[in-house]
């Protein structure tokens, strides 16, 4: 499967787009590919652009001011999409850094252009739906996992939501993303294996 049939298939699961919805977009989708560390949004600035991963892992993270410690706010793995959601969906200045954790490569649609499709399709007005209504159940799942979950639970969901994380990504990094500090991450995965 090739690139673009990985994004075809990834379009169709996510809102049901079929193989002639695809073909108003193909002209629109740009390769690009970032090398470890690489920034796919900077903090301040607006995301233009939506991006489905072909291969690799990034963070969305923000960074206190008191004590400088960076804190992973959502993780991106492939055949996944990557985008700073509300500074995407509303074109305003983001609140936090996205960067590449590992080298990566996506297909990118810029935000004009998705907006032209909407304009011509209704499936891909479903689509823009789709993808606010996705980023809205990201954020609400996060904050009650904080809230509801305890850091086992969340942990066997971010092995569920990436399931190939830990062989591409620092353990800090993972640490940071479920709120917990590295030993207790060792104790976590420690209890897991043993059952």
Wanted: charged share 25%; with cysteine.
């Amino acid at each position: 499967m090739d690139e673009s049939d990985k994004l075809a298939f990834a379009l169709n699961h996510f809102a049901g787009l079929t193989e002639e919805d695809f073909k108003l977009s193909e002209n629109y989708w740009l390769p690009k590919i970032y090398k470890k560390g690489d920034f796919y949004n900077l903090r301040g600035t607006v995301c233009t652009y939506f991006g489905f991963i072909i291969e690799g892992v990034f963070r969305s993270y923000t960074i206190d001011e008191k004590s400088g410690e960076e804190k992973n706010v959502f993780l991106y793995s492939a055949n996944g999409f990557v985008v700073s959601f509300k500074s995407f969906i509303n074109q305003i200045p983001c609140d936090y850094h996205t960067q590449a954790l590992t080298d990566a490569s996506i297909i990118f649609i810029r935000y004009t252009d998705l907006l032209s499709l909407y304009n011509q399709s209704h499936r891909w007005e479903k689509f823009g739906r789709l993808l606010a209504q996705e980023a809205f159940n990201i954020t609400m799942s996060r904050i009650e996992g904080f809230i509801l979950k305890s850091p086992e639970e969340r942990y066997l969901d971010l092995i569920k939501q990436h399931p190939d994380i830990f062989n591409n990504v620092p353990l800090y990094h993972i640490s940071s993303y479920l709120g917990i500090q590295g030993p207790s991450l060792s104790r976590i995965r420690k209890r897991i294996s043993g059952k």
